[in-house]
């Protein structure tokens, strides 16, 4: 399985940016994917699941009505559109096989190397 992610960056609060998973060594198309960060000093949360074909989202309460995910599975490519970034919005994103509920995700043995995100005010 090799997962990467890209697209992160430092930008300003309110600022937006746009995310993706690029995965292989898995069935991309039947697989429910989810987006997660990691807050220096935290736990990795999750941020977003959409299932195989993104007829299912689920978003944390933090990034609801301002994160936007979604797939290409043509692509093997999940997206996050973040708007509207504020401060706590500052981590490590990574991307994985999503679970819509359940904390499975934090078994996982393998992980990309995730894409930092700055918010900076």
């Known amino acids: 399985v090799q997962l990467v992610e890209s697209g992160g960056g430092l930008v300003q609060v309110g600022g937006s940016l746009r995310l993706s998973c690029a995965a292989s060594g898995i069935t991309f198309s039947s697989t429910n994917m989810g987006w997660y960060r990691q807050a220096p000093g935290k736990q990795r949360d999750m941020v977003a699941v959409?299932?195989?074909?993104?007829?299912?989202?689920k978003y944390a309460d933090s990034v609801r009505r301002r994160f936007t995910v979604s797939r290409d599975n043509a692509k093997n490519t999940m997206y996050l559109q973040m708007n509207d970034l504020k401060d706590e919005d500052t981590a490590v994103y990574y991307c994985?096989?999503?679970?819509?509920?359940?904390?499975?995700?934090?078994?996982?043995?393998?992980w990309g190397k995730g894409t930092p995100v700055t918010v900076s005010s």
């Open positions: 994985n096989k999503g679970w819509f509920n359940s904390d499975r995700y934090r078994e996982l043995p393998y």
């Open positions: 959409i299932s195989h074909d993104g007829g299912i989202i």
